[in-house]
Structure formats: structure tokens, C-alpha cells
């Protein structure tokens, strides 16, 4: 087993949307001591991209970088599964579970490649030290430095634990900066409580999570859903599979006594699981799990009397709303609540304009259309423009043409390449407001907030860019 650890910088933070700019990643052994030099790449954008002026401003990569220096995603897909996604990989990184690990399955599905294999075939797997660094504050914190914000709650921001444990960060936001940091912040959990990470790391496992699960106990569950007051930490309980995501559980917050929901319509439920921002609304105790995304679980047994004044957990008082909860028929209606909830988003989601780009988790990819995916990946220049593979999904008919004119662009014949910058054309100015007007309004208060030379001279940049690939009538 090696460890990767890696790092993105992004255009933007919509996976759908927006695209990597730059990798950046170092393996190491499970002693976690480096394998080699650090890899370093960036990533050309393409025309049908407006990068975020804020993203821009994060890591101080110009777009025209990315195409003087960088590779089309399909050669930097062709060398991640050569050279980065070898068997017995476990990629580690710092809110990659809700964020990287995003951007690259886009990216392997835009290209042709399975969104999911890099992360499980061949015995790879993938871990998130963000969920791990809480649970170790809350349950095992010595022998490290903690920071806090300036409001005094807990910070985690990888910045500030590296600073206050003098861990080399400089050149914060560019992604090999970060992957050393997170790498340093890996060893100092190692090093200081080997038993919590040793656990966590077996704990990645969503068969070992899901054994736990089964049991119907009580258990230690670490969320940034869960309060900065308790350190993001409570205990839970299973009430059930989520009625419409496999391999997913909803668990209740033992914190919270349930009397009040017996009260309430399925309906009333539904609503508090995702309250508006800023309304009075409280949010239903109650949370998705899932199996598959490393979840930072134990069991009840790792609260020892520090952990649980720490924490501010009463044994007592978690037993008695468990024994309320599994009366009145409050389980049955909190289920129903999701499914009504989760039905809602779905209804949402599908009212908007769908792209091919942004349509990865709408179903699986059968296995002869794995074989014709397989041929446009190893297709070479000349061999793009003499391919008609045989599609059953029609998302893969939308994508070939964009991957082609991607990837390939000189390869386009001149009606194929006036058909690209219409795509283009509709794909930025259409809409009201339309995706250029948003950026405009973006980068004009990305100006005012940003007075420095520097910020001036990216945000410069930027729009020379924007301006190079808006389309001409």
C-alpha cells in the first residue's frame, strides 16, 4: 500500500461548471515518508470555460499559464492512470472527498473513462484528513497544536493548523503547497496519535462503516454539519437506509431530545432538513451518511470522561432521547421526510438547462459502451476524425464532438469548428442573466474588493482572456 497525496486548484468550485488548473501530488510509503519528487502539472482550459475571478485571485494562476505550460485533460488523464492511480493507492487529501475527488471524476467522465475506478479497482481507495483531523481534536487531541478563529470558535483551515504547528506552508492555495502541508499534517496525527489514525484509516472501508452501522448502537459521528461548540462531534443513531440513496443511512443527533417532532407533518420535517439561510428554522437533528465517503465514525466505547466533558455529552440524557425516539412512530416519519425531501431536489435539479458536462450521476455506462469509450481514449489525432463508435447512451454522443474539439482541435474540419464556437457562443451568452453577464458582475467586485498590484494584474490578465475567447459573430 502507498499513499497519494494530492491537491487541485481549480477555475471554480462547481465541479459541473468549472475545471482543474492545476495537480499536484506526492506519494509515500505507509510509514508515509515520501516515494520521488512531488508531481507538479497543470491543465489547459478550454474556450467554454469563464474561470472565477475569485478562484483566480486564491492561486494566482493565470489562465494563458495553463495553456502555455499545461496538458488537454486527455493526456493528463492518459498519465494519472499510468503513472498516479496504481494499484494499492490510497489518495488522501484535505475536504477531497467533497471537492477533488469531484473534479476528477468530471474529468474522467468528460474523457471517456469510468468516473469511479481510479478510487477502488485494483485495491485503491480514498481517504479525507478533514473529518479526521476534527475527530482526533475531539477525542484524542494530544501532542497537537489546535487554532482557533478570531471568534474564538475551532479552525480548520489547513493554514492555520500547519502555522501553529510550525509545519512548512508557504505559498498557501497553490495545490503543491497544500499537498506538502497536508502531508505534514498526516505525520503530525501519526506521530502523535497512531492509534486514531491507524483506526480511521481502517475506517475508510464502507463495509467495516456499514458494520458498525448494523450493530444499532449509539456511535461517535464527526461532521462540519455538526456544531463548531461540540467540535463538530455528537453521537448518533441509525433510524434507517435513506429511502431513495443506496448506500446511504440517516442518523439522528442524540444531542436533541425528539419530543418536539411528534408534533410535526412529514412535510414541516422535510423542510427543516435543509432550512432557508438565515431563517429561524432549526434544522431537523438528523443527517445523510454515506457509506462510501470515509466518514469519520467510532464506536461509543472511544468517549472516555475527558472526551465527554470535552464535548459536553451526557450518557444519560443521549440513553433517554434514544428510548423517546423509538416511540411514537418518529423514526418512520423522519424517513418519509427525506424521501419527500429528496424527491423536491430531484424535481429542481431537472428544471434546469442540462449539459452533457454536467450529467455524470445520471445513471452507469454499460459495458459495450465501456468498449467504445475505451476506443475514442486511445484514439489518436488522425484515428478522432475517422471514429463513428456505436453509442447506447446519448450522453456519450453530446460529449465526443466537445471532447474532440477539446482535445483535438486542429483536427476539426472548418464547419465542425464553426459548430464548436456556437456551442461556445450559446454556452456563455444565453440565459438571463447569461453566464458572461454573472462573470462580468463577478470580476467587477472582485476589482473593488482587490487593490493590490498583484490582484490587479490577475484580474487584468483574466480579462484579457475572457476577451480572447469570447465569440465573434
Request: aromatic content about 10%.
Amino acid at each position: 500500500m502507498t499513499f497519494y497525496f494530492y491537491d487541485l486548484e481549480t477555475s471554480g468550485v462547481n465541479p459541473r461548471e468549472q475545471r482543474i488548473m492545476q495537480f499536484a501530488g506526492q506519494r509515500t510509503n505507509d510509514k508515509l515518508e515520501p516515494i520521488g519528487d512531488i508531481d507538479n502539472v497543470l491543465i489547459k482550459l478550454t474556450e467554454d470555460v469563464l474561470p472565477d475571478p475569485w478562484a483566480i485571485l486564491t492561486h494566482k494562476i493565470p489562465p494563458q499559464q495553463t495553456l502555455a505550460e499545461g496538458l488537454t485533460e486527455r493526456d493528463f488523464l492518459a498519465w494519472f492512470q499510468s503513472d498516479i492511480a496504481t494499484p494499492d493507492t490510497v489518495f488522501v487529501g484535505y475536504n477531497n472527498i467533497r471537492f477533488d475527488d469531484e473534479f476528477i471524476r468530471y474529468l474522467h467522465y468528460r474523457n471517456f473513462a469510468d468516473a469511479y475506478e481510479w478510487h477502488w479497482k485494483d485495491n485503491r481507495s480514498r481517504w479525507d484528513l478533514l473529518d479526521v483531523g476534527r475527530m482526533v481534536r475531539a477525542l484524542r487531541p494530544d501532542g497537537i497544536k489546535w487554532p482557533y478563529n478570531s471568534d474564538g470558535q475551532p479552525a480548520a483551515k489547513l493554514e492555520m493548523i500547519t502555522s501553529v504547528n510550525k509545519i512548512s506552508h508557504q505559498d498557501a492555495h497553490t495545490a503543491d503547497a497544500d499537498v506538502k502541508a497536508t502531508l505534514g499534517f498526516a505525520q503530525l496525527i501519526f506521530e502523535h496519535q497512531p492509534k486514531m489514525f491507524n483506526y480511521l484509516l481502517e475506517m475508510r472501508d464502507k463495509n467495516k462503516i456499514a458494520k458498525l452501522l448494523s450493530e444499532d448502537l449509539p456511535f461517535v459521528y464527526t461532521s462540519g454539519r455538526y456544531s463548531s461548540d461540540h467540535l463538530k462531534t455528537t453521537v448518533v443513531i441509525p433510524v434507517g437506509n435513506h429511502p431513495a440513496q443506496p448506500g446511504t443511512m440517516i442518523v439522528y443527533d442524540l444531542r436533541f431530545d425528539p419530543t418536539e417532532l411528534r408534533h410535526l407533518t412529514t412535510e414541516e420535517m422535510a423542510k427543516r432538513i435543509f432550512p432557508p439561510y438565515g431563517s429561524d428554522v432549526p434544522r431537523l437533528p438528523a443527517k445523510a451518511l454515506t457509506l462510501n465517503k470515509c466518514p469519520a465514525v467510532a464506536p461509543l466505547t472511544v468517549l472516555d470522561k475527558q472526551s465527554q466533558e470535552r464535548l459536553a455529552i451526557d450518557l444519560d440524557q443521549v440513553n433517554n432521547h434514544l428510548k423517546l425516539l423509538r416511540s411514537h412512530g418518529i423514526i418512520d416519519k423522519i424517513l418519509d421526510a427525506f424521501a419527500m425531501q429528496h424527491k423536491e431536489k430531484q424535481t429542481s435539479f431537472l428544471s434546469d438547462s442540462q449539459l452533457a458536462d454536467a450529467q455524470l450521476y445520471e445513471g452507469f455506462f454499460n459495458d459495450a459502451d465501456k468498449q467504445s469509450m475505451q476506443q475514442v481514449r486511445l484514439a489518436d489525432a488522425d484515428a478522432i476524425c475517422e471514429l463513428n463508435p456505436l453509442f447506447h447512451d446519448t450522453r456519450l454522443e453530446s460529449l465526443l464532438p466537445l471532447y474532440r474539439a477539446r482535445n483535438f482541435p486542429k483536427s476539426m474540419s472548418q464547419s465542425q469548428q464553426a459548430e464548436w464556437h456556437n456551442y461556445c457562443k450559446v454556452k456563455l451568452t444565453s440565459g438571463n442573466p447569461s453566464r458572461l453577464d454573472q462573470w462580468v458582475r463577478l470580476i467587477e467586485q472582485a476589482s473593488q474588493a482587490n487593490n493590490t498590484k498583484q490582484a490587479q494584474y490577475l484580474l487584468e490578465e483574466l480579462q484579457l482572456y475572457v476577451q480572447s475567447i469570447l465569440p465573434v459573430d
